[in-house]
């Protein structure tokens, strides 16, 4: 009877511990959203860790009350950070950081309550800047650039409330423009513009509401104008 009692402090103990302190993530279970020790009928709280195959550490993370809280890190197989996020009472909240595998950065950004808020970027492997772009409440909202990996501009404009809002230029990797447009509402609206690498001019025409409406002219590489269409409404009338 003793060794019975014995037995069942020790488990009770160790479920206790198990609650406050490191868990393997292969030891827990998931319960109507919530993160739980296997052994336990009480929600998580404490740094849950998991492993690669050979040992070496994958990712770690904090939880309070079964959710995701404060900070969380994972890890590439060669040891070096790869993502580094700060939770609150189960989503992302705060600065979000990703690396390459050299520890080059590749992704920064923020947010609030689960929702990206405010600048976000991300980078080459050779540390150069990919996209850079701004969201409001999880939304794409204001200027948003491309760039190729040597540095050059591949396309800017706008957008407001996730929409095309605006001037829109596309360039060519040798940093020629190969087309604009303006967009209302997320629909072209406004002259349209498209060119040759060798920055003459291929076709210009106009958009109304996202539909080609007027004359529109086609050229060849040389400049000159090879045909010509008229659109209303976004159909060929001649």
Same mark, same amino acid.
């Given at each position: 009877?003793?060794?019975?009692?014995?037995?069942?402090?020790?488990?009770?103990?160790?479920? !206790?511990?198990?609650?406050?302190?490191?868990?393997?993530?292969? *030891?827990?279970?998931? %319960?109507?959203?919530?993160?739980?020790?296997?052994?336990?009928?009480?929600?998580?709280?404490?740094?849950?860790?998991?492993?690669?195959?050979?040992?070496?550490?994958?990712? %770690?993370?904090?939880?309070?009350?079964?959710?995701?809280?404060?900070?969380?890190? &994972?890890? !590439?197989?060669?040891?070096?950070?790869?993502?580094?996020?700060?939770?609150?009472?189960?989503?992302?909240?705060?600065?979000?950081?990703?690396? !390459?595998?050299?520890?080059?950065?590749?992704?920064?950004?923020?947010?609030?309550?689960?929702?990206?808020?405010?600048?976000?970027?991300?980078?080459?492997?050779?540390?150069?800047?990919?996209? %850079?772009?701004?969201?409001?409440?999880?939304? *794409?909202?204001?200027?948003?650039?491309?760039?190729?990996?040597?540095?050059?501009?591949?396309?800017?404009?706008?957008?407001?409330?996730? /929409?095309?809002?605006?001037?829109?230029? &596309?360039?060519?990797?040798?940093?020629?423009?190969?087309?604009?447009?303006?967009?209302?509402?997320?629909?072209?609206?406004?002259? &349209?513009?498209?060119?040759?690498?060798?920055?003459?001019? &291929?076709?210009?025409?106009?958009?109304?509401?996202? /539909?080609?409406?007027?004359?529109?002219?086609?050229?060849?590489?040389?400049?000159?104008?090879?045909?010509?269409?008229?659109?209303?409404?976004?159909?060929?009338?001649?």
């Amino acid at each position: 009877m003793n060794k019975l009692l014995t037995i069942l402090c020790l488990v009770l103990l160790s479920v !206790h511990s198990y609650s406050q302190d490191v868990i393997p993530r292969d *030891q827990t279970v998931k %319960r109507n959203d919530l993160v739980y020790y296997q052994l336990s009928s009480e929600p998580l709280t404490g740094t849950v860790v998991s492993f690669f195959d050979n040992g070496q550490l994958w990712g %770690r993370g904090n939880y309070k009350d079964g959710k995701q809280d404060g900070l969380v890190e &994972w890890f !590439h197989r060669n040891g070096q950070l790869f993502r580094r996020v700060n939770y609150k009472d189960g989503k992302e909240d705060g600065p979000f950081k990703e690396f !390459h595998e050299d520890g080059q950065l590749r992704w920064r950004r923020n947010y609030i309550d689960g929702k990206r808020d405010g600048l976000s970027e991300s980078f080459y492997d050779n540390g150069q800047l990919n996209t %850079r772009g701004n969201y409001v409440n999880g939304v *794409q909202d204001g200027p948003v650039e491309l760039f190729y990996e040597n540095g050059q501009l591949e396309f800017r404009g706008n957008k407001i409330d996730g /929409e095309y809002d605006g001037l829109w230029e &596309w360039f060519y990797e040798n940093g020629q423009l190969e087309e604009r447009g303006n967009y209302i509402d997320g629909e072209l609206d406004g002259l &349209w513009e498209e060119f040759y690498q060798n920055g003459k001019l &291929w076709e210009r025409g106009n958009y109304i509401d996202g /539909e080609l409406d007027g004359l529109w002219e086609y050229f060849d590489k040389y400049g000159n104008l090879t045909e010509t269409e008229t659109y209303r409404n976004g159909e060929l009338v001649e």
